[in-house]
């Protein structure tokens, strides 16, 4: 069973930064493909970003040039969030980009921006 625990959220202006991190322990060996979503209120979960096995990266258009993904080589990944805009006030969670192979949800982190 692989446990995910995101962190680094909190309040911020509009125009600000977070940097969010997402730690992957248990039955993993490696972090290789990860996504990063968000849920609003009252919204879907929504993918936002994701990385591959060789560091290609793909955004939701409404983050593109904004938030840029990373991971380590080893259990972590990263969102660094740039530019933040209210309507990016969400939780913010890490999982599988695949949604065959989801690993239970961890708590998410929530991120909130004040305009």
């Known amino acids: 069973q692989v446990r995910l625990v995101e962190s680094g959220g909190g309040l911020v202006q509009a125009g600000g930064s977070l940097r969010l991190s997402c730690a992957a322990s248990g039955n993993i060996i490696r972090i290789n493909v990860m996504g990063w979503y968000r849920q609003a209120p009252g919204k879907q979960r929504e993918l936002v970003a994701s990385i591959t096995t060789d560091n290609s990266t793909n955004y939701a258009d409404s983050v593109k040039g904004r938030f840029i993904i990373s991971k380590d080589n080893a259990k972590k990944v990263y969102l660094q969030m740039n530019s933040l805009k209210s309507e990016d006030t969400a939780v913010y969670y890490c999982?599988?980009?695949?949604?065959?192979?989801?690993?239970?949800w961890g708590q998410g982190t929530q991120v909130t921006v004040s305009s």
């Open positions: 999982n599988s980009p695949h949604k065959l192979n989801l690993y239970d």
